[in-house]
């Protein structure tokens, strides 16, 4: 199930990257097997965070198509193959980093009581990783920098749980989010 995770999470990125809908379908799927090998591990953050996933990419779905359908009957809207994308306000900026600091401390306290191994990390990488969906959704270029930072982390802390396809998966995931990062910025054109 790692490397199936490993598989579709490889093709998800790339379909991220350019920024294409179909990765949202792949997510579903990623989402599912990571969901399991989570749980297995007892990584409950990791695996609720994977549900948060699932849930995103339906939503994630339908918001990318109906944000296609406003771009294309703009006169003014970018050319195809463009990126689209959306400006970070001063507000979800300063939300998502209350929600981040408040989110990680009392997920990790829920973990805690679950007995978590990882509390702490599993928990920052969680309610990091679930602003940065949050972006992605949005179409907010910084997303990527938050996925730099949890794709990182989820490394380390899968390489410490002795679950190596999911560490060289978040390892390529954290070069995917380098490359996304500059494939957006180069190719990127404000929508709203």
Not at 32 to 44: C, N, S
Not at 80 to 96: A, H, Q
Not at 117 to 140: E, G, I, K
Not at 146 to 153: E, N, P
Request: aromatic fraction near 14%; charged fraction near 15%.
């Amino acid at each position: 199930m790692e490397i199936f995770t490993l598989v579709t999470g490889v093709i998800y990125i790339i379909l991220e990257i350019r920024q294409k809908n179909l990765m949202w379908v792949v997510g579903i799927l990623t989402s599912v097997a990571a969901m399991w090998v989570f749980f297995r591990q007892g990584l409950y953050a990791s695996f609720g965070l994977n549900t948060y996933y699932l849930v995103t990419s339906v939503v994630g779905l339908w918001q990318w198509r109906k944000d296609m359908g406003k771009v294309s009957a703009d006169p003014d809207a970018p050319e195809d193959g463009c990126i689209r994308l959306k400006r970070l306000s001063l507000k979800t900026l300063v939300l998502s980093v209350l929600a981040v600091v408040a989110g990680t401390v009392a997920l990790a306290y829920l973990m805690e009581l679950l007995e978590n191994p990882m509390s702490y990390l599993d928990s920052a990488v969680a309610v990091l990783s679930a602003v940065a969906t949050w972006w992605l959704v949005r179409c907010y270029i910084q997303q990527w920098w938050l996925w730099i930072a949890a794709d990182t982390v989820s490394t380390i802390l899968c390489a410490s749980q002795g679950l190596w396809w999911m560490a060289v998966l978040y390892a390529a995931y954290s070069i995917s989010a380098v490359i996304g990062y500059i494939h957006w910025k180069k190719h990127g054109r404000y929508i709203a």
